[in-house]
Each structure stands twice: as structure tokens, then as C-alpha cells.
């Protein structure tokens, strides 16, 4: 069956890095886009970043400049790498297979000084 195991996230200052990984199992990973979405105590769920199988990609405006999605067909490994993380950065991370209802278990992601 489909897993999508995440890992990476935490605590950091604001203008500080994390990179968040989510290892993919039981689909051919290389045939699919991915994404990234996050969510804000009382806010909606919101996409964040997607990477298409053929390795082009967008990202929402508020990360554009700042977040670099990623993948790793070898490793069936999709990243995000967060640079310069605010505040309003502060969520909890899910990655997401295209095409379907799987979700990562979530991290959490605090920038806060």
C-alpha cells in the first residue's frame, strides 16, 4: 500500500533552515508529482509547493524565493528545503501524492525565537 513517511522539522529562528524530507512506498514514485502542504492552527490546509514527475515545479507566493521542492527518484524521496523562515511559516508540513488522497503524518515546523 501507499506510505508516505515524513521526516525533518521542528524548532527554529526566524531566518534560520530546515529541510523536510517524505520517503514514498508502494507506488512507482518516479511516475508522479508530489506536493507539499501545510496548515496554520485555524487556517485552512494550503498548498505550498509541487513537483511534477518531469521535475518542474511551483510554489505558492508567500514561499516563492525562499523553499526549493525537490525529488529523489532513486530514493523515492521528495524534500523541502526552507530557507529564511518566518514566523507565518510556523504549520504542520504534509506531503501529498498527486492524483490521490495520500498524506504524509504531518511535522510540525515552529519558527519562533
Known amino acids: 500500500q501507499v506510505q508516505l513517511l515524513q521526516s525533518g522539522g521542528g524548532l527554529v529562528q526566524p531566518g534560520g533552515s530546515l529541510r523536510l524530507s517524505c520517503a514514498a512506498s508502494g507506488f512507482t514514485f518516479s511516475n508522479y508529482g508530489m506536493s507539499w502542504y501545510r496548515q496554520a492552527p485555524g487556517k485552512e490546509r494550503e498548498l505550498v509547493a509541487r513537483?511534477?514527475?518531469?521535475?518542474?515545479?511551483n510554489y505558492a507566493d508567500s514561499v516563492k524565493g525562499r523553499f526549493t521542492i525537490s525529488r529523489d527518484n532513486a530514493k523515492n524521496t521528495v524534500y523541502l528545503q526552507m530557507n529564511s523562515l518566518k514566523s507565518e511559516d510556523t504549520a504542520v508540513y504534509y506531503c501529498?501524492?498527486?492524483?490521490?488522497?495520500?498524506w504524509g503524518q504531518g511535522t510540525q515546523v515552529t519558527v519562533s525565537s
Open positions: 501529498k501524492k498527486f492524483g490521490d488522497s495520500y
Open positions: 513537483i511534477f514527475s518531469g521535475g518542474s515545479t
